[in-house]
């Protein structure tokens, strides 16, 4: 039996199957996405050319099926995750409140924990940026957790008073815009 050159094979192999694989990627895909699947099918074929057996059309075609269905996949994964990125975002921008709000009241919030005690800071800063919870807390700071309860309760009013009345906070732009028209009032 003669040895056949790999590369001759594959040519005969594309002159031979080439229209019959792209009308059977047609059937699925648009046309250029059928012509990558074919490249696709024929490069399979030259990395595995010793394993394509003498029937070489059902071969290839079993091997055009499965790049599109991977392709369908692929797609499909495309889509569900463009779906929760654009759900995320709506999400997200729906819950994004006054940015400058939100700055004055962490401005307000870091000035009166420096005001607080090194026990009440150490205290909060453990649940609030450390997310630790009640229990772990207590652990850390080698108390049970009803006494730590208590502790905390005190330091979130300590915490409070030192940021001052609601309104000093959350109305912190209005109050400013408004300083003038005040003067104005009392002169």
């Known amino acids: 039996m003669v040895a056949i050159d790999p590369e001759e094979r594959l040519r005969r192999m594309y002159d031979e199957a080439y229209h019959r694989l792209l009308g059977y990627a047609l059937g699925y895909l648009d046309r250029a996405s059928a012509e990558e699947i074919v490249s696709e099918a024929f490069l399979v074929?030259?990395?595995?050319?010793?394993?394509?057996?003498?029937?070489?059309?059902p071969w290839l075609l079993g091997v055009a099926r499965n790049l599109i269905r991977e392709r369908y996949r692929a797609d499909q994964r495309l889509r569900d995750l463009c779906a929760e990125l654009s759900t995320k975002a709506r999400t997200d921008r729906a819950t994004v409140g006054d940015i400058a709000e939100d700055v004055t009241t962490r401005a307000a919030a870091l000035r009166a924990l420096t005001e607080l005690s090194h026990e009440d800071r150490e205290l909060l800063t453990l649940?609030?940026?450390?997310?630790?919870?009640?229990?772990?807390?207590?652990?850390?700071?080698?108390?049970?957790?009803?006494?730590?309860?208590?502790?905390?309760?005190?330091?979130?009013?300590?915490?409070?008073?030192?940021?001052?009345?609601?309104?000093?906070?959350?109305?912190h732009e209005n109050r400013t815009h408004r300083l003038p028209d005040l003067a104005q009032e009392l002169s």
Not at 45 to 55: L, Y
Not at 132 to 161: D, S
């Open 127 to 171: 649940l609030a940026w450390h997310g630790l919870t009640n229990r772990e807390v207590a652990q850390v700071l080698g108390c049970r957790t009803a006494t730590l309860l208590v502790r905390v309760h005190r330091a979130r009013h300590r915490l409070r008073a030192a940021m001052g009345p609601p309104d000093e906070v959350a109305d």
């Open 45 to 57: 074929a030259w990395r595995r050319i010793d394993d394509v057996p003498p029937r070489e059309l």
